[in-house]
């Protein structure tokens, strides 16, 4: 049995991570989160009682504990998932996207390489430090191309920096140190447990409150979409079988723009729970004030995590998606438990700078 350190996995992905590794029961788990706005327990209520799950509630960005942890728990690998992950947040006051997702990252991966180092010579070679990244730090492309793992970083949201930052650590301890290193990075997630902040749950919560439902600018801009549990069977695949030093993009192939997306999910719940008033829920689609700096398009050239790892999503986005709507619809006391005194839904991702913020 696999012992893993899962960071950040209270989170939306590592929750899954989560869950799909105490399915499969080739895995003991050490989830070390710190358990932020954006974080559940609920996610993994049932794991509780699972002898092969520990939770230890800490900041990455906590040296002292990273270490302790490390050493007291004796992992085979670790899958580093904890990271502030919202752009427009990141846009409102990047500081903590700096502190988490740089500081944290050069925190665990600092504590890694003292640990893997006390290791025997078989230990040293099976260990693996895995990073889970965003397909953010590529830039934006046209409506045409794809990014590749030999694409250049052009990150231009304070969120992408920062995971490109962490990114760029992550290899030079691999490169320069021998860490045992490997990345990877995704295209939008999307599935049960997502925090209500994010486009698909918005519209969501939006629909169903008769609400407008925000779309940013002309709603063009274009995502790939990953279902979270394909995501979280990818991440198994590299874990296991990656090459270390390597990145591999992971990534769907279904790609839709904003409005198309809101159009889908407004005629899912028109279709699971009809308006008493007989209208669509398409009617309140309302396009709002652009986001600042919004990359137009992304998508992901998986061929290398296909043909090297033999991984491919699995499941068909419509079926996804519907699971997805209905389990929002059938989870709603999740939903507002998970946002109660967190959010309320209000517009995110304005222009301003910290200081204005709190002045």
């Known amino acids: 049995m696999t012992k893993l350190l899962v960071t950040g996995g209270m989170g939306f992905i590592g929750s899954a991570v989560i869950r799909r590794c105490l399915t ?100 040293r070679t099976s260990f693996r430090f895995h990073h889970v990244s965003t397909d953010e730090v590529y830039g934006s492309l046209d409506d045409t191309g794809f990014f590749t793992e030999q694409t250049p970083y052009a990150p231009n949201s304070p969120y992408a920096a920062s995971k490109a930052a962490a990114d760029h650590l992550v290899q030079s301890w691999h490169r320069t140190y021998g860490l045992p290193t490997v990345i990877t990075n995704c295209s939008n997630n999307f599935g049960p447990y997502q925090f209500p902040e994010k486009l698909i749950p918005v519209i969501i919560m939006k629909a169903l409150a008769n609400e407008p439902v925000p779309i940013y600018g002309t709603g063009k801009n274009v995502r790939e979409w990953l279902f979270v549990e394909d995501h979280a069977e990818a991440l198994l695949r590299v874990l296991e079988n990656g090459k270390t030093g390597e990145t591999y993009n992971i990534g769907s192939r279904t790609e839709l723009s ?102």
């Open 258 to 359: 904003n409005i198309d997306i809101a159009h889908k999910v407004c005629r899912l719940i028109d279709e699971l729970v009809p308006a008493e008033n007989g209208h669509s829920r398409t009617e309140l689609i309302t396009f709002v004030e652009e986001r600042p700096g919004h990359d137009f398009r992304y998508a992901l050239d998986i061929t290398k995590i296909e043909t090297e790892l033999g991984w491919r999503p699995a499941r068909d986005f419509e079926e996804a998606l519907r699971h997805t709507v209905k389990w929002y619809l059938d989870n709603l006391p999740w939903c507002e438990n998970a946002m109660e005194g967190k959010y309320g839904g209000e517009r995110l991702g304005l222009a301003r700078t910290a200081r204005e913020d709190r002045a």
């Open 24 to 123: 499969l029961a080739e895995f003991e788990i050490v989830n070390l989160d710190k358990v932020t706005y954006a974080s559940s327990e609920e996610t993994l209520h049932a794991a509780e009682t699972n002898p092969a799950y520990t939770l230890e509630k800490h900041d990455i960005c906590d040296a002292e504990e990273v270490r302790r942890i490390l050493d007291q728990h004796e992992p085979d690998a670790i899958m580093h998932l904890a990271a502030e992950t919202h752009v427009d947040r990141s846009i409102g006051d990047p500081s903590d996207f700096i502190q988490t997702n740089v500081v944290g990252t050069y925190n665990l991966l600092d504590a890694a390489y003292a640990y893997w180092k006390k290791l025997d010579e078989k230990g």
